[in-house]
Structures are given as C-alpha cells and as structure tokens.
Nanobody, 127 residues
Framework: EVHVVESGGGLVRAGDSLRLSCEAS????????IAWIRHAPGKEREGISCISTYDGSTYYKDSVKGRFAVSADHAKNTVYLQMNNLKPEDTAVYYCAIRTRLTVVVAYESCLPFSVWGQGTQVTVSS
C-alpha cells in the first residue's frame, strides 16, 4: 500500500525559508510524480508544484515560480519543496500527493490523477 508523509512545516516570518519533505513508501516503481497542493482558509485548494521522477520535469504555479523549488531524492523516495522568500499569503496547509504512473510534466494536469494524499503540514508566515 502506497503512503506519502509530509514534514517540515512551521511558523516563520515573511522573507524566511522552509523546506518541506514528502516521503513515499510502498511504491513499486521508480517512475512516479509527486505534487504539492496547498489549502488556505477561505480559499480553494491549489496545486503549486509537481515533479516527475522519470525525467525530472517540473511544474510551478505562477504565484510561487522563482521562490519555490521542487526536487527529488530517488534513493530516499523523498521529494522536497524548498520555499524561499515566504509571504503571508503562502500561509496554508501543504499536502503532497502521488501519481504512481509514469508521466512527463508539462502542466499541473500531467501529475493527475493522484493515488494517495498525505495528511498535510501547516505553514504559517507572519508579516
């Protein structure tokens, strides 16, 4: 059974950095994709980034492009989301979700459908 677990959230000030981790277990292939989705109170859930472990292709939502970077450590089955220059509007619960089939990421939709979601980790950015 596939599982993904997020970690690394916390309370930081505007301009600070955080690195989130998403560790996958129970996967039977080296080729999958992991997306990062966030959900802020009163707002719709939004997919902000995704990476394919097949070819390293990535997607970023415009609102995080240039500030966030997604990467994968194949040996650890872990995907990271490095978040720099955080803003109060980045405050949300951050989830990772896995697509267990091979994909090349050209858009967020390339990472769908998800097989499993994590439980989420809270990121709070104070002004």
């Amino acid at each position: 059974e596939v599982h993904v677990v997020e970690s690394g959230g916390g309370l930081v000030r505007a301009g600070d950095s955080l690195r989130l981790s998403c560790e996958a277990s129970g996967i039977t292939s080296d080729d999958y994709a992991i997306a990062w989705i966030r959900h802020a109170p009163g707002k719709e859930r939004e997919g902000i980034s995704c990476i394919s472990t097949y070819d390293g292709s990535t997607y970023y939502k415009d609102s995080v492009k240039g500030r966030f970077a997604v990467s994968a450590d194949h040996a650890k089955n872990t995907v990271y989301l490095q978040m720099n220059n955080l803003k109060p509007e980045d405050t949300a619960v951050y989830y990772c979700a896995i697509r267990t089939r091979l994909t090349v990421v050209v858009a967020y939709e390339s990472c769908l459908p998800f097989s499993v979601w994590g439980q989420g980790t809270q990121v709070t950015v104070s002004s």
